[in-house]
């Protein structure tokens, strides 16, 4: 890996045609490419900023300079006191309507959850607008933490009528697989993504600095009767995850 991100900043400093001026453009320009042809594979450490310094005979500062040009793309990121790896991205397909355990368990990876919050209260307006529901009914509300690999990947909080769902504890991760069992499975929903800095306790949550790119994401969920059956609000880092619509023409 180190040969091959030498060899294509040397090719980068020497073809006239690509060469950049400054030298940490080059070596961003180069760890983008040996990432983009998989010569260093997604969850792989780059060397050092002393190692890579010492090969390519570059300062500290410039090569500092061209990983965190790559750090605020998303396409490296930096875990303290471990070093700079190749980010690990999800793509998440807007077509079909699947649980965050499903996604990352189909991806051979281990989900789990950190619950901070698991109780029934009273619907709040947002709430009862959401869920069309009455001012006064009941809601689960689950606050958590969803996880893959020990790494902290989004912040869910999702609510759902009491009368679907009378015990949220029953919730240990998926809460779709759940909500199968008890005849409630999602059967549509309506998603809105934006994008957002994420505020300080979420990027704390998150494990990422404070006003990093992050998506967040309004669901609802519906059965086939019509009922609202989720309301779900997401944080999402937006170095890990992509999410990806296939468009059609009528």
Do not use: C
């Amino acid at each position: 890996m180190e040969t091959a991100l030498v060899n294509e900043y040397r090719r980068l400093s020497r073809d006239p045609a690509t060469s950049q001026p400054l030298a940490y453009l080059r070596l961003r320009r180069a760890i983008r490419n040996v990432v983009e042809h998989r010569d260093i594979e997604p969850g792989q450490a780059l060397p050092s900023e002393r190692d890579l310094s010492r090969l390519l005979q570059l300062s500290r500062v410039t090569v500092r300079k061209a990983i965190s040009g790559l750090v605020e793309e998303g396409l490296l990121n930096q875990r303290h006191g471990a070093g700079t790896f190749v980010a690990e991205r999800i793509i998440k397909p807007m077509s079909r309507l699947t649980s965050f355990t499903e996604d990352l368990r189909a991806r051979g990876l281990n989900p789990r959850s950190e619950f901070s919050e698991r109780i029934i209260g009273e619907v709040t307006p947002e709430e009862s607008m959401a869920l069309n529901l009455s001012p006064g009914a009941l809601v689960a509300r689950l606050h958590r933490v969803r996880y893959a690999k020990e790494e902290p990947l989004a912040i869910e909080r999702s609510v759902v009528p009491a009368s679907i769902l009378p015990d949220p504890t029953i919730v240990q991760d998926s809460l779709y697989q759940v909500l199968e069992t008890l005849g409630a499975r999602p059967r549509r929903a309506l998603q809105r993504l934006r994008a957002v800095s994420l505020g300080a306790q979420q990027a704390r949550l998150l494990h990422v600095p404070a006003g990093s790119a992050g998506l967040n994401i309004e669901r609802r969920s519906f059965l086939d009767d019509g009922r609202v059956v989720e309301f779900t609000t997401s944080w999402y880092r937006g170095d890990i995850y992509d999410f990806v619509a296939e468009l059609q023409t009528d």
